[in-house]
Structures are given as structure tokens and as C-alpha cells.
């Protein structure tokens, strides 16, 4: 997934997850980024509840 972002503190990580949550309908609280806090290159886990 690709967002247009400025690298400043955290930003690219909160459009990540911001994408992801209206992906996945889910909560902040459902996705943990698990590798890559300042790297180009991230992992994220998101939990899917029924």
C-alpha cells in the first residue's frame, strides 16, 4: 500500500493506519504497527473481529 506523505513524526504511520481502518473497518485499537516506526518499509498486524 502506498501513501502520499511527508515523513514527519509519525505522519506516514497514522495515513497508514487511517487507509487501513477504512479498509478493514475497524478501530484503532485493532492495528499495531509491529516493525518499520521510521523506515519506508512497514508491518502492520490488524485484528479482525466477527
Same mark, same amino acid.
Given at each position: 500500500?502506498?501513501?502520499? =506523505?511527508? $515523513?514527519?513524526?509519525? +505522519?506516514? %504511520? +497514522?495515513?497508514? #493506519? %487511517? $487507509? !487501513? &481502518?477504512?479498509? /478493514?473497518?475497524? /478501530?484503532? =485499537?485493532? #492495528?499495531? !504497527? #509491529?516493525?518499520? /516506526? $521510521? =523506515? +519506508?518499509? &512497514?508491518?502492520?498486524?490488524?485484528? !479482525?473481529?466477527?
Amino acid at each position: 500500500m502506498e501513501v502520499a =506523505s511527508t $515523513a514527519k513524526h509519525g +505522519q506516514t %504511520n +497514522q495515513e497508514m #493506519i %487511517n $487507509a !487501513l &481502518k477504512k479498509r /478493514y473497518r475497524v /478501530y484503532d =485499537s485493532d #492495528i499495531e !504497527l #509491529i516493525e518499520g /516506526y $521510521a =523506515s +519506508q518499509c &512497514k508491518r502492520f498486524r490488524v485484528t !479482525l473481529r466477527e
